[in-house]
């Protein structure tokens, strides 16, 4: 072969070399957007979570409240059947 020859196939070698290089640079910046991306959307979840979780609790509460006044009320009532219960001698 001749020296002409090789340097044509370098030439041609380090074109190729050079998109490829292109190539995974481009990919590179691609992926790095995309993980700022995601990044971005998993702190939105986050706040999104927290807002709900907190808003939960604070619901329970109300549920559980609004339990205990019901379950002193069934209290009352079984007592109070249970006096009427008795005055009546059944």
């Not at 979780?53 to 009532?77: G, M, P, T, V």
């Not at 079984?78 to 001698?89: D, E, F, M, R």
Request: proline share 1%; aromatic share 6%.
């Amino acid at each position: 072969m001749t020296p002409e020859l090789y340097e044509v196939l370098f030439k041609i070698a380090g074109g190729f070399v050079i998109v490829l290089i292109g190539i995974i640079i481009w990919a590179a910046q691609r992926l790095v957007s995309n993980v700022g991306k995601l990044s971005e959307n998993v702190a939105s979840l986050n706040t999104s979570f927290n807002e709900r979780n907190s808003s939960c609790k604070a619901k329970h509460a109300i549920i559980d409240h609004r339990l205990n006044c019901h379950s002193d009320d069934l209290k009352n009532q079984g007592t109070s059947i249970a006096v009427i219960q008795a005055k009546l001698n059944i």
